[in-house]
């Protein structure tokens, strides 16, 4: 009932940026927290970034100052702004969302299938 959609992954140089989205659509009644991880291989998945439906932000510290999470709620879309990019933030990045749908009143979490980024040069 519920799809994640995300895009914008890719190949970029050390430094360079990308902009990662995630569009959500199905029978949607409301969107809580939304958020960004990342799977590297041989590593866990991780928490990159989170934001709540009213927009307060939580970034991983490994990314404070070089990565921005934002949503637009008339889109059900959230995004991830990637700015000085390094090696080591290759990886696999999903979306996950809570979300409450049609017909149900308890929210779950669903994720999308993950858009990969590789850094290199």
């Known amino acids: 009932q519920v799809q994640l959609v995300e895009s914008g992954g890719g190949l970029v140089q050390p430094g360079g940026s990308l902009r990662l989205s995630c569009a959500a659509s199905?029978?949607?009644?409301?969107?809580?927290?939304m958020g960004w991880y990342r799977q590297a291989p041989g590593q866990e998945r991780e928490l990159v970034a989170g934001i709540t439906s009213g927009g307060s932000t939580n970034h991983a510290d490994s990314v404070k100052g070089r990565f921005t999470i934002s949503r637009d709620n008339a889109k059900n879309t959230v995004y991830l702004q990637m700015n000085s990019l390094k090696p080591e933030d290759t990886a696999v990045y999903y979306c996950n969302a809570d979300v409450t749908f049609f017909p149900f009143r308890s929210s779950r979490e669903f994720w999308g299938q993950g858009t990969l980024v590789t850094v290199s040069s």
């Open positions: 199905g029978s949607i009644i409301s969107i809580n927290a």
